[in-house]
């Protein structure tokens, strides 16, 4: 299959500019970055797509072994920038797509140039010596009402994961897009995710590193954003006024004026 047409991959901005490849988070598709990628395309070669059972990707490209794990969303982003032959690229991931470009950087290192990880967590569930910001409780909590209830899941825990309670179209733009994935993708994806750890995977990344940290996020609280930028060598850490777990929607110009300051 043709990896651009598996993932809705397009390509805009100035082909011999530097490549910023931007890539979303759960249950969100590419056009999670439209109020971004503007700025970037003027001076940037700007890459989106969508990750396999998001958006406007191939769904019978699905393979519930090979994305039982984030690394078949590694492997897929790999394949992107192979496909797209492209080099020293500010690698841009929301969420657990900042683990997701991790794992990618790991397996084609000659790739990236930069790593921008906005509002990442490398494990969701507390340990030992670890604060995630969830019980394994909690998480299972969560797990269980999504199997029973997945539009339900979605109407209740959109507005929490978006914040900024004072704009509700934001949660209601971020409500729809949970509804559209469909209930497989979405429930085996949050198991991926949720119960994923690549805390051990942190100190490999030897690149030039920002960390963009939300306020009040309830997904990747400030105390986890810290620990990863503690555990990346040379990393930069940032805080950002926007609150919430989406300021690629909630405060774009801020975020972006984060990452052009960083470049």
Known sequence: MIVSTRNDVRVSGVPGGRP?????GYGCD?????FMTPDFEVD?????????????????AYDPVKYGSLRGYADDLVEVLEELDLTDVVFVGHS?????GLLAYRQAPHRFG???????????VDAEGYAGGFSRAQITELLDSLDANHLGWSAAMAPVIMGNPDRPELAA??????????????????RVSFLSDNRADLASLWLPTLV???AEDVIAPEFVGRYVH??????????LAATGHCPNLSAPDETTAAIRSFL
Do not use: K
């Open 20 to 24: 910023v490849v931007f890539a979303h």
């Open 44 to 60: 940037h070669r700007v890459v989106t797509f969508d990750h396999v059972g998001f958006g406007h990707s191939d769904l019978s």
């Open 30 to 34: 590419q056009n999670m970055w439209r």
């Open 114 to 124: 930069a790593m921008v990880m906005v509002g990442p967590s490398p494990r969701y």
């Open 230 to 239: 503690d555990h990346v060598p040379g990393s930069v850490f940032h805080q």
């Open 173 to 190: 733009e971020l409500t729809n897009s949970f509804c559209r994935t469909a209930p497989d993708v979405a429930r085996q994806f949050a």
């Open 212 to 214: 963009l940290q939300c």
């Open 96 to 100: 657990v797509s900042a683990m997701i």
